[in-house]
């Protein structure tokens, strides 16, 4: 009868098993094997504590028996009680050195713990014991893969299998191996084979569907995912979202929707189950559905923000968003999302004081908030600037990270100039530049050109091809997108991107060799003309930005480039520097040791554009925005009559500059800058002082 027990048990029969084992028990009730095979078959039922109890007579019976030990770790083991578990395994190898069982579990359950060399030091002892059995060299296949070495895993465990064809946990581990190689289609027959055995383990289930799926199959991965919900039990909600995730793959949306509606209703918490129904969601494109879809779930759980958030990601631009996140915050008082929420909405709606409330609140319950933070300092910016101060100084401790703190930094100098400390400002810049940017450039080298033969050829119509310029701090980047988002066909932008044309105007070194000799005019004009098709612009019309100018250039935009315009952004140049230092240049960061070095530089190229206008009048045209940077209106207006059309102002110009003049302020603490650009700012027509 106890052959029987152990044959129902091997081949899944368990109901059977039990009712054979607690006949077999009442029948002997001195005998240990009986109790031992009845906690198996107990256990194999479920019932664990009863498993334990049948343990408990056997031990009375046979209190040294190793393999009773063996069998109490195992449903320790199924009870997660790793630790008694190894007491158990111990007291096992003690009374029986050779209990190879004893020393495999302990070698898997090291490998659950990611300790691979304790796994190899019980292995070591189970070799001792058989070297060649199936369960040692599973074991060592399994370590194989932990250390990355899936090939080496393989060989190991084909020879396992060949020593114990059936056992599941061999052709399991060979399944890993096969995956972890990319051999889709072996890994899945093996995967297959086990679930055969024992089609209630879900693990395999769920490997043997990414073995389908990356073998381009997601249908029928997600027919293998659903075959596991045959069994009349409610189907796990992490296994509901995979199915509907590979019928989204599969493109069988109406499917991949009814799946993740349940699963939502079981685990409504789960981000990435939300994420895969709002995606079914949108693809069904009905958004009534699917907001009383997730109003639906929301009755059911309003505490869940994810459920908020994907409700609030179906309300039109123009629905109801306050009355939601006033639901939201109501559901979930202390949901920091909410918060932020409702933070947003108020700044939105110019309630600065309820906004800043919501930022206080946020605050006050995660301190390194960074949006709550950035409100804060936005209101008290404009209504107590140097409390503003206080509380960036306070915040910059925290600061690791050095794109954040050129950030800070920045809010910090223009909290000190709306406070008048012009000098505290000025340190602050000099401590952004001092930070390294891994994207700043060096500055152009001048040729040294400012005058002499740079005169532009005659234009023989107003129509033509024009270069754009403006150094940093002149605001020529507003200038640029008011002509872009008029002009996007005319307009290039791409010298400043990731991408810039491949032509001797990109090229900073190209003015040395002009101004040397070693280029000619013609020769950087052509490269031009060859990079203009793959930028999809047209010679006669295009307006290109230009990353620098010297006047080593004059000959190649003036001669080699039939009726060229010049069009240079100016403002006062004590302005600009101030604006440089302050916002780093804003379309493109250079790299820099000192003001006096910016001023230095900035002072140069002036000069040559002052050159170019002096000799030019016609061909270069001069944008002054001093008054109209900060005016979309005016700005458009004022570009508007170099194109010769209307354009509509810049829907968004950005933080706003320092008004003309500001330079003033800082007269005294930037005395030494200011006077090394005084000469050129009076010679392009600025007041001395």
């Known amino acids: 009868m106890l052959d029987d027990v152990i044959a129902a048990l091997r081949n899944g029969r368990v109901a059977e098993a039990l009712a054979l084992a607690v006949s077999h028990a009442t029948a002997a009730p001195d005998d240990p094997e009986a109790y031992r095979l009845l906690a198996a078959a107990q256990a194999a039922s479920g019932d664990l504590p009863a498993a334990h109890a049948s343990l408990d007579r056997a031990f009375a019976l046979s209190p040294d028996d190793a393999g009773l030990h063996y069998q109490r770790a195992t449903l320790l083991v199924g009870e997660r009680r790793a630790e008694d578990a190894r007491s158990e395994l111990a007291q096992s190898v003690a009374l029986d050195s050779n209990e190879l069982r004893a020393y495999l579990l302990q070698a898997q359950l090291a490998l659950w713990d990611r300790d691979v060399a304790r796994a190899e030091q019980q292995l070591q002892l189970a070799a001792k014991v058989q070297p060649d059995h199936p369960g040692v060299l599973t074991l060592r296949g399994l370590v194989l893969l932990e250390q990355g070495r899936p090939k080496e895993a393989s060989a190991l465990l084909v020879q396992a299998m060949s020593r114990a064809p059936e056992n599941p946990q061999t052709r399991y581990t060979l399944g890993l191996a096969f995956l972890a190689q990319g051999h889709a289609a072996f890994a899945e027959q093996a995967f297959a084979r086990v679930l055969e055995r024992i089609p209630g383990m879900h693990a395999v289930r769920i490997l043997l569907a990414e073995a389908i799926r990356q073998q381009d199959r997601p249908a029928d991965a997600a027919d293998t995912i659903e075959a596991g919900f045959a069994s009349g039990h409610a189907p796990p909600a992490d296994m509901l979202r995979l199915a509907g995730e590979l019928r989204l793959a599969a493109g069988q949306d109406a499917r991949a929707l009814t799946l993740l509606r349940r699963g939502a209703a079981a685990a409504p918490e789960d981000r990435r189950l939300l994420d895969a129904l709002i995606v079914a969601l949108r693809r069904q494109g009905d958004a009534a559905d699917a907001r009383q879809t997730l109003e639906t779930a929301l009755a059911a759980a309003p505490g869940i923000d994810g459920l908020w ?291 230095d530089w900035l002072a140069g190229v002036l000069r040559q554009m002052a050159s170019a206008i002096a000799d030019n009048p016609v061909s270069v045209r001069v944008l002054r925005v001093d008054e109209t940077v900060d005016d979309a209106v005016a700005l458009a207006t004022q570009v508007s009559v170099l194109v010769g059309t209307t354009l509509p102002p810049l829907q968004a110009l950005g933080p706003a500059r320092f008004p003309a003049g500001h330079w003033r302020r800082y007269a005294e603490v930037l005395a030494e800058p200011f006077a090394r650009l005084t000469p050129v700012a009076k010679a392009l027509g600025y007041p001395e002082t």
């Open 309 to 599: 958030s994907a409700r609030l990601s179906f309300e039109p631009g123009d629905g109801d968003l306050i009355g939601i996140s006033e639901r939201w915050e109501q559901a979930v008082p202390h949901s920091l999302p909410a918060m932020q929420l409702r933070m947003w909405l108020a700044d939105r709606a110019g309630d600065r004081e309820m906004a800043k409330g919501y930022a206080d609140r946020i605050v006050a319950r995660d301190p390194r908030h960074f949006e709550a933070h950035v409100q804060i300092i936005h209101s008290l910016f404009l209504d107590d600037p140097p409390a503003a101060v206080a509380h960036i100084e306070t915040l910059l401790p925290q600061v690791s990270d050095e794109r954040t703190l050129r950030m800070m930094l920045g809010w910090l100098g223009r909290a000190q100039d709306r406070s008048g400390r012009p000098a505290e400002a000025v340190e602050t810049w000099a401590r952004i530049t001092a930070i390294a940017d891994p994207l700043a450039i060096d500055l152009p080298v001048s040729s040294g050109a400012e005058g002499g033969p740079a005169t532009m050829a005659e234009r023989s119509s107003d129509q033509g091809p024009v270069f754009l310029y403006g150094p940093p701090g002149s605001g020529v980047e507003r200038v640029v997108g008011t002509l872009y988002q008029a002009l996007p066909q005319r307009m290039r932008m791409d010298r400043m991107d990731g991408a810039p044309p491949d032509d001797l105007l990109q090229a900073h070194d190209s003015a040395l060799r002009l101004a040397s000799g070693e280029l000619s005019a013609p020769a950087v004009a052509a490269t031009w003309r060859v990079a203009l098709p793959s930028r999809k612009a047209a010679a006669a019309t295009v307006i290109d930005w230009l990353p620098w100018w010297d006047q080593a250039l004059m000959p190649v935009v003036g001669d080699a480039v039939a009726d060229a315009s010049l069009w240079l952004v100016l403002a006062d140049p004590r302005d600009m520097l101030l604006d440089w230092l302050q916002r780093g240049g804003t379309y493109r960061r250079y790299k820099v040791q000192s003001h006096l070095a910016m001023a």
